[in-house]
Antibody, heavy 122, light 104 residues
Framework: EVHLEESGGGLVQPGESLRLSCAGSGFIFSDYWMQWVRQAPGKGLEWLAS????????YYGGSVRGRFTISRDNIRNVFFLQMNNLRADDTARYFC???????????????WGRGTLVTVSS | EIELTQSPGSLSLSPGERATLSCRANQIINGAYLAWYQQKPGQVPRLVLQGASTRASGVPLRFSGSGSGTDFTLTISRLEPEDFAVYYCQQFGAFGQGTKVEVK
């Protein structure tokens, strides 16, 4: 059974950094695109970043490009989201998501972690 | 950048009725790359359709998708109680804002 588990969320002040981790199990981690998606309280879904199975290609949404960095470790079956210069509007639940498909466009989000809550507040 | 606009924002229907949800892109997109997700309160999203019209594993036959170009539709032929949820369309880089299907 596919399992994704996020960690690393918490309360930080504006301008601070946080690193989220997501551990995957139950599947061949290195075969899949992985992404981060967030959802602010009471709001819709926002795609943040995607990383190719071998880690060579990275894609970012406009609201986080330049501040967030996605990476992965296929030996340990884990991937990360380094978040710098956090702002109040980054407050959300952050989901790690597995993608099925052959590329960044043909990439559908079939398995989701439960999410980790990030709160940015002074 | 791709923008996806869903309509209506909410839909009040009774069980057994037909639900028609719309997703419009701000530019022509390849339907093969479009997906629909269902999210119930307190739950994570669930993939419903991929490639605009292919049902994901375990999704009932009452869910269908269609469309091309800039306009795509998710149809639930006869609503069951478990279908009342928020539905999002998605393509690389963007989610629609969601359509809430609620009980009338």
């Amino acid at each position: 059974e596919v399992h994704l588990e996020e960690s690393g969320g918490g309360l930080v002040q504006p301008g601070e950094s946080l690193r989220l981790s997501c551990a995957g199990s139950g599947f061949i981690f290195s075969d899949y695109w992985m992404q981060w998606v967030r959802q602010a309280p009471g709001k819709g879904l926002e795609w943040l970043a995607s990383i190719k199975p071998d880690g060579t290609d990275l894609y970012y949404g406009g609201s986080v490009r330049g501040r967030f960095t996605i990476s992965r470790d296929n030996i340990r079956n884990v991937f990360f989201l380094q978040m710098n210069n956090l702002r109040a509007d980054d407050t959300a639940r952050y989901f790690c998501v597995r993608g099925i498909g052959s590329g960044i466009y043909y990439n559908f989000f079939d398995s989701w972690g439960r999410g980790t809550l990030v709160t940015v507040s002074s | 950048e791709i923008e996806l606009t869903q309509s209506p924002g909410s839909l009040s229907l009774s069980p057994g009725e037909r639900a028609t949800l719309s997703c419009r892109a701000n530019q022509i997109i390849n339907g093969a790359y479009l997906a629909w997700y269902q999210q119930k309160p307190g739950q994570v999203p669930r993939l419903v359709l991929q490639g605009a019209s292919t049902r994901a594993s375990g999704v009932p036959l009452r869910f269908s998708g269609s469309g091309s170009g800039t306009d795509f539709t998710l149809t639930i032929s006869r609503l069951e109680p478990e279908d009342f949820a928020v539905y999002y369309c998605q393509q690389f880089g963007a989610f629609g804002q969601g359509t809430k299907v609620e009980v009338k």
